[in-house]
């Protein structure tokens, strides 16, 4: 599918079709947070959602205090080779200078904080029942004040890596119009980070035999999750479309039935997988196929073809659970959320897909840059503060709270007072 072309500046309609998307946008981040609470162990569902909300509020705050400085336009750039390599932002700190941006001019920002508010809670849903509220908001002043900041100015600011076709003819630079590489890729990447770091959970890898399996206390809040996020990627995915690519509004509808399918095929996609596998589709899995299905989109829904979409969800579908599978029982990797899978794993397919099937010349290299980028440097970048931070704030919990649960531990009441929900018996 070729991009339509770019449209004349902002009318006041298009504006308000803009604004009213982004006010919806956050039906994503919810999403996202339910599936995450659902995902986890019922001893740990209220710090686990109350840790979504902390973290969404405290990278709004970091963001505005010092990283929406970093992310703007004009920026500092240094010459290399002859070229030009714009890589970080300077613009006034504490939003200073917000109000004298014109109107379609603010729309971008507004963009960034909901970007930086559903990476703060990628990785927190990683870490699940084993990290401490306090490094959670650590983790999310480091990625919203520092990381998301820098690497957004490259993909979305004008710098160097959204200049790689002006600068070198690869298409049109890296193409992260939704988040794909800025948000979910770098929240995948941060995930990983800190499963690392923090470890897996208490009894999940035993001494001997194979992973114990801890499903999610909730398939409720899974699933429902997953309908709350098909609505705010769907605004999501259109602002970003008319904000970063000026896609006119007679392109619009095709990026959101080219969502869907996404979504769809990888959910179909899952479900075959996990029913083939264990005679009974995983209701879990089939959750986190949707929302692979979901981030895939972001990168390429603008660029393909109903056909297409369908085939870059389907493989974004298929991977989803057999990655999980990988990860958890060969690197001994427990992500409760599949945020690695899902976010990480999804973005850069989506990133890739979206070269493969871009019109213009090149597109394809200019793709793999941005994901050399980010493997090569922003991931080690990451591991790297995130270390230095958990010498200061330790990430995990001390055995006796992961035993008792977070709720208990850090919060002094379960989210389900009314019940026993849970024995100790593993812990012997």
Not at 41 to 60: F, M, P
Not at 98 to 111: D, G
Request: hydrophobic share 55%; glycine share 12%; aromatic share 8%.
């Amino acid at each position: 599918m070729t991009t339509p072309a770019p449209v004349p500046p902002f009318s006041d309609a298009l504006f308000a079709l803009t604004l009213g998307l982004l006010l919806l946008a956050p039906l994503a981040i919810a999403g996202v947070a339910l599936l995450n609470t659902g995902l986890g162990r019922s001893r740990s569902a209220a710090q686990s959602l109350l840790g979504c909300v902390t973290n969404i509020g405290v990278a709004a705050i970091a963001f505005a205090v010092v990283g929406a400085s970093f992310a703007g336009a004009p920026g500092h750039a240094v010459r290399i080779a002859g070229k030009s390599w714009d890589w970080i932002g300077l613009t006034p700190l504490l939003l200073m200078h917000f109000n004298t941006l014109r109107p379609e001019a603010q729309l971008p920002v507004l963009f960034e904080f909901l970007g930086v508010g559903m990476l703060a809670i990628i990785p927190w849903g990683s870490g699940a029942d084993r990290l401490r509220l306090p490094a959670g908001c650590a983790i999310t002043a480091v990625l919203a004040g520092g990381v998301f900041p820098v690497f957004a100015h490259w993909t979305l600011g004008g710098g160097w890596l959204e200049r790689l076709g002006t600068d070198f003819g690869l298409g049109a630079g890296l193409l992260d119009w939704a988040g794909a590489a800025s948000v979910h890729a770098l929240g995948g990447l941060s995930a990983l980070a800190v499963v690392w770091i923090a470890g897996s959970r208490r009894g999940k890898f035993p001494r001997e035999g194979l992973a114990t399996a801890m499903p999610g206390h909730n398939a409720v809040y899974i699933l429902f999750g997953c309908m709350l996020a098909m609505v705010g990627w769907l605004a999501w995915n259109v602002a970003g479309a008319i904000l970063w690519l000026r896609v006119p509004p007679g392109g619009l509808a095709m990026i959101a039935i080219n969502t869907v399918l996404c979504a769809a095929a990888a959910l179909v996609a899952t479900f075959t997988v996990t029913r083939t596998r264990f005679a009974k589709p995983d209701a879990s899995m089939c959750a986190n196929g949707w929302l692979a299905g979901l981030v895939s989109s972001s990168a390429c829904a603008a660029m393909v073809n109903p056909a297409e979409a369908i085939l870059v969800g389907a493989i974004a579908g298929i991977a989803a659970p057999l990655l999980v599978e990988l990860l958890e029982l060969a690197l001994s990797i427990d992500d409760p959320s599949g945020a690695i899978s899902v976010h990480a794993v999804g973005g850069l397919w989506g990133l890739f897909a979206a070269g493969l099937f871009a019109p213009r010349p090149g597109q394809v290299v200019g793709q793999l840059v941005g994901i050399a980028t980010l493997l090569g440097f922003v991931f080690p970048l990451v591991y790297l503060l995130f270390t230095i931070v958990n010498r200061v704030i330790p990430f995990r919990v001390e055995a006796d709270g992961e035993r008792l649960g977070m709720d208990l531990h850090e919060l002094g009441g379960g989210a389900y007072p009314e019940f026993v929900i849970h024995r100790d018996e593993s812990y012997r």
